[in-house]
């Protein structure tokens, strides 16, 4: 129920050749951290040699002095404008790179891993929520510097406040990455509790995620059995003219009828 985000270091052959086998809904090319320094320009000749798809995004450390702006901009062209942006901590920063192809409508994916850029996300997403696909939590970053404990308990206030922002300006959020590629107990409680405050999708690292993703029980099968039930008796109905409804002794109104259209339209994507 949460799409899949999962990063692929841009300067890996071998890695970027298995791309179209993985399941993953959205691919994110990573030239930041999965590439060392001495690497970089090595990588964004190959990730540049590439036939994006739709789903694909590139992750570009354009706060660095590895790559151009000249560089950037041939990213963003290439990549028709669909940019990962990390360590943002500004409005300004957005605003140089939205700068850089002013004639491409950008699709954004802002990274939130400071707290400078938690404060100032509403005033970004204020600008630029037209050009911003999701917002992501760079949870490990995030901890590093605010020497924030990273357990699902410690972080759980700051996935709820992004959330909020997020739903304010009508765009996603993105949950992090998990990093213990061994107790996927952690890693299905943390997805969990993603879905259940309303996340859209989880960032992956490793193919197994994939498919431990897939697998998790986001809904118990009594639930399953009453969305299905609703979606019945409401899939038909345009937007427009939805109105309160009462099935089975329960009352839906608008939101919630979109809600259960949306998530079944997912299920019905994927399965």
Do not use: W
Not at 144 to 151: E, L, N, R, V
């Amino acid at each position: 129920m949460l799409d899949s985000y999962f990063f692929v270091p841009g300067d890996k052959q071998k890695y970027l050749d298995k791309v179209a086998t993985l399941e993953a809904d959205f691919i994110v090319i990573d030239l930041e951290d999965a590439v060392a320094l001495q690497n970089k320009q090595a990588a964004l000749a190959l990730v540049l040699s590439l036939t994006p798809e739709k789903k694909h995004f590139v992750r570009i450390p354009f706060l660095e002095d590895c790559y151009s702006k000249e560089q950037v901009s041939q990213l963003i062209i290439q990549y028709e404008g669909r940019i990962v942006l990390p360590k943002v901590s500004c409005l300004e920063e957005v605003q140089s790179v939205v700068a850089l192809v002013p004639t491409i409508s950008l699709q954004l994916i802002v990274l939130v891993e400071n707290p400078t850029c938690f404060i100032h996300l509403p005033a970004i997403l204020n600008t630029y929520s037209s050009q911003i696909h999701a917002v992501g939590f760079g949870s490990h970053d995030f901890c590093s510097i605010t020497g924030i404990k990273h357990t699902l308990a410690h972080l759980a206030f700051y996935k709820r406040q992004l959330i909020l922002i997020t739903k304010a300006y009508k765009t996603s959020y993105l949950d992090g990455v998990d990093l213990n590629l061994t107790d996927f107990a952690a890693f299905n409680e943390e997805a969990l509790f993603a879905f259940e405050i309303g996340a859209s999708g989880k960032f992956l690292i490793h193919p197994k995620q994939i498919a431990a993703l897939k697998n998790i029980p986001f809904m118990s099968e009594s639930e399953m059995e009453q969305l299905t039930a609703v979606y019945e008796k409401v899939k038909d109905i345009p937007e427009e003219n939805i109105e309160v409804h009462t099935i089975d002794g329960k009352v839906y109104e608008k939101p919630h009828i979109i809600r259960i259209k949306h998530l079944m339209h997912k299920i019905q994507q994927r399965y």
